[in-house]
C-alpha cells in the first residue's frame, strides 16, 4: 500500500510539473506546424541559395504577412538579397610541396592536405621561405605576441589552430577565430599560411571526414566589384594539413608536431624560421551566387526609430551523403524550430494590447552554416538608419528534446541585457541556468555575433538543461542529438521536440523583446567587457528617452 500511494504521488506530481498553459498549448499547436513544414522533404534541406531555401523563404512570408509583420526588405518586400560567392574545389591543380636539404616532399591531396577555399582566384600558387608562427595570436593585453622577433612580410605562415589554454573562454575563442589569425597574417605581409591539425583536433572532427567532403562547396559574401567582401591580400594560397602528416612538416631537429603543440598550447614556445621552402597551389571553381535573408518589422511608439532585432537562420545544409537511405538533411531543430520559436514570438507581440516604445525587426537570415553570412550582411546593410540596432535576440538550435523547467540565456554577463533577461524569466515564471559549456563559447558560434562584431549587444535564449519532472534528462537528450541527429538526415521532425516548451520559450523572447523596447535607455555593454571593449565603439550611443513616453 505504502509503496502504491508513493508510486500515484510520484505520478501526480509529474502531472502537475508537466502541466501546459493554455496559451502554451496553442503557441505549441503553431510552433509544431511551422516546424513540420519547413523541415518537410519538400524544402530538400533548405541550402543557402537553393530552390529549397526559396520554398521554405516563401512560407516564412506567409506567416510574416498572416501575423500582420511590415515587410522590411528590398524593394518594399520582405526579402532582402543577400549577394554570394561560391567556390568550389577542383581535383586537379592543387599542391603542397616541402623543399627540404635537397629533397621535395610532395603531400597527397585530399589524404595529407586540402587548400582552403579561395574566392580571389580560381587558380593561385605561391612558393616562399616558411616561418613557424605558434598559434599566430597578437594578444599584448594578455601577455601573448606569437610574433614577436619575427620577419612575415613575403613568408609563409605555419601554425597551429586555437590560442593559448590560459587565456580567458572569451579572448580564447576570438582568438582562435580562423578569420582572426588569417587577418593577423595579412596585416604582416604573409603570403601563404598552412594550418597544421593537431591530435585534438583528430578527436573533434577526423580528417577523413574533410577529406570525403573535400567537393562540399563553400560560400562568401560578394562585394559591388563582383569579388569576395573581405580579401586576404597579400595572402594567395592558405591549406591545412592533417595530423597524421603534421611531422613532415613539421618535424626535424629532434622535435615532433606533437610536443610542439603542447609546448605551444602551455606558452612556452615562440615562433622560429623553418629550414627549406614550401610551394602551394589550389585550384576550385567560382560563380555568383544570391540568397535571401527574410525581414519584418513591427513599428514601435516613442522610439520607433530605433530597433530590437530578433534573429534566426533559416538555412541548413540541404542534400548530402545519404545515411540509411535518406540524403535530405531536413534541419528541424537546426533551426527551422529556432525559426517557428521566433514567429511565435511575433505573433505575440504582434498581438499584444500596446506596441513596445522601440521597433522590432525579425529576421529569417540566410547562410549561417557558411559563416554567419545572412547575419553579416545584415548587420552591415539593415535597411534602417545606422546606430539604431539597439539589441539582438538570436534563437539559434533549440534543444528542446526533453520536458524542462528553465532556460539557458548565453551571453547575459556581457551587457545590461543580463538583469532586463532576468526579469523577463521571473515574469513568464522560468529561471535561468547558467551555460553548461562555458568552454565551448556559444556567445561567439551563431549569428548574434554578426551583430556583437557591429558591437550590438546580444543575447542567445537556448533550451534549459533542468528536467520538468522524474526521470526527464534534458542534458542527456541534448547529447544525443549531437552526438546521433547533429548535421545529419535524422535531424527530422520524428525527433521528439517539447512544442510546449518552444512556446514557452517563444514567451520569454517576447517578454524580454519588450522590456528592452520599453527601456528609458538602450543596453549597454558591460564596463570593461571583452566584446564592448573591442567592438561597443561601432555603435553610437542614443540619449535617454523620457520614461514616460510611449
Known sequence: MRFALTAAALLLLAACQRAVPPEDAAGARRIEADV?????????????????????????????????LQPAGDDGGYRQRVPLLQAQRLAEGNALVIERDGAATALRFRDQFLPLLNFEAERAQVSAPAVFVAQAVHAPELGQDDFAG?????????????????????????????????RALAERGAVGAVFVATTGDEETYPWARSAAQWQSPGLSLRGADGGPLERRAPLRVVARVSAAAADLLLGGDGRSAAQ????????????????????????????PLQSHNLVARLPGGARADEHVVFSAHLDHIGVG??????????????????????????????????????????????????????AQWFARH?????????????????????????????????????????????????????????????????????????GVPAVYLNAGVVGAGFGDDPRAAQRDYLRRHYHQPSDDARLPIQYADAARLARLNARLAT?????PQRPTWNTGDFFGQRYGAARPVAPPEPAHDR
Open 260 to 287: 610542439l603543440y603542447r609546448d605551444t598550447d602551455a606558452g612556452r614556445l615562440r615562433g622560429f624560421a623553418l629550414p627549406g621552402k614550401l610551394s602551394l597551389a589550389a585550384h576550385q571553381r567560382i560563380v
Open 36 to 68: 513540420r513544414a519547413l523541415a518537410d522533404d519538400r524544402m530538400q534541406g533548405r541550402a543557402t541559395g537553393s530552390a529549397g531555401f526559396d520554398l521554405a523563404a516563401g512560407y516564412v512570408i506567409e506567416r510574416m504577412r498572416a501575423i500582420g
Open 382 to 454: 539593415p535597411g534602417v538608419a545606422p546606430g539604431t540596432l539597439v539589441a539582438n535576440l538570436n534563437l539559434d538550435m533549440p534543444l528542446l528534446l526533453a520536458p524542462t523547467r528553465d532556460a539557458v540565456a548565453v551571453g547575459i554577463e556581457h551587457s545590461s541585457l543580463g538583469p532586463l533577461t532576468r526579469q523577463a524569466a521571473r515574469e513568464v515564471g522560468m529561471t535561468l541556468s547558467p551555460d553548461p559549456a562555458p568552454q565551448e563559447v556559444m556567445f561567439v558560434r551563431s549569428d548574434q555575433y554578426a551583430f556583437i562584431r557591429a
Open 150 to 182: 619575427l620577419e612575415l612580410r613575403g613568408k609563409i605562415a605555419v601554425l597551429f589552430g586555437g590560442a593559448p589554454a590560459r587565456f580567458p573562454a572569451d579572448q580564447r575563442a576570438y582568438y582562435a577565430s580562423t578569420d582572426e589569425k588569417l
Open 321 to 374: 551523403a545519404a545515411v540509411g537511405g535518406d540524403a535530405v538533411y531536413n534541419g528541424a531543430v537546426d533551426n527551422a524550430l529556432g525559426v517557428a520559436v521566433m514567429l511565435e514570438a511575433a505573433r505575440a507581440l504582434a498581438t499584444a494590447p500596446t506596441r513596445p516604445r522601440r521597433s522590432l525587426l525579425f529576421v529569417a537570415v540566410t547562410g549561417e552554416e557558411h559563416g554567419l553570412l545572412g
Open 515 to 519: 522590456l528592452i523596447a520599453d527601456a
